[in-house]
């Protein structure tokens, strides 16, 4: 079973940035979807950026494009998550998710099998 810690998260003023960490361990395969997910208050996880381990191909929502980036330091199996031009409905709890296979796209929450707990993001003037 992959294990996984975010950290990273707090409190920044609209137009800040962040840098989202995902520690990694207990992969079995080279081919695994990492994602990044968003979950504000009252709603659902909703996928930010995805990464495949095979091929380093990365998927980012429309919403963040030109702002977020995902990336993987593979040596330490690292997922980040660089959060530019930081505006207030990027606010909630960011997790991390790794399911084994491709992601194909941005997959919902039920492709995944392991999750972190979660690191609070709150951007307010």
């Known amino acids: 079973q992959v294990q996984l810690m975010e950290s990273g998260g707090g409190s920044v003023q609209p137009g800040g940035s962040l840098r989202l960490s995902c520690a990694g361990s207990?992969?079995?395969?080279?081919?695994?979807?990492m994602a990044w997910f968003r979950q504000a208050p009252g709603k659902g996880r909703e996928d930010v950026a995805t990464?495949?381990?095979?091929?380093?191909?990365?998927v980012h929502r429309r919403s963040g494009q030109g702002r977020f980036t995902i990336s993987r330091d593979g040596a330490d199996n690292t997922l980040y998550l660089q959060m530019n031009s930081l505006k207030p409905e990027d606010s909630g709890m960011y997790y991390c998710?790794?399911?084994?296979?491709?992601?194909?796209?941005?997959?919902?929450?039920?492709?995944?099998?392991?999750w972190g707990q979660g690191t609070q993001v709150t951007v307010s003037p």
């Open positions: 990464f495949d381990t095979y091929g380093d191909v990365t």
């Open positions: 998710a790794a399911g084994l296979g491709y992601c194909l796209g941005l997959p919902m929450e039920t492709r995944f099998n392991d």
């Open positions: 207990g992969f079995t395969s080279r081919t695994y979807c």
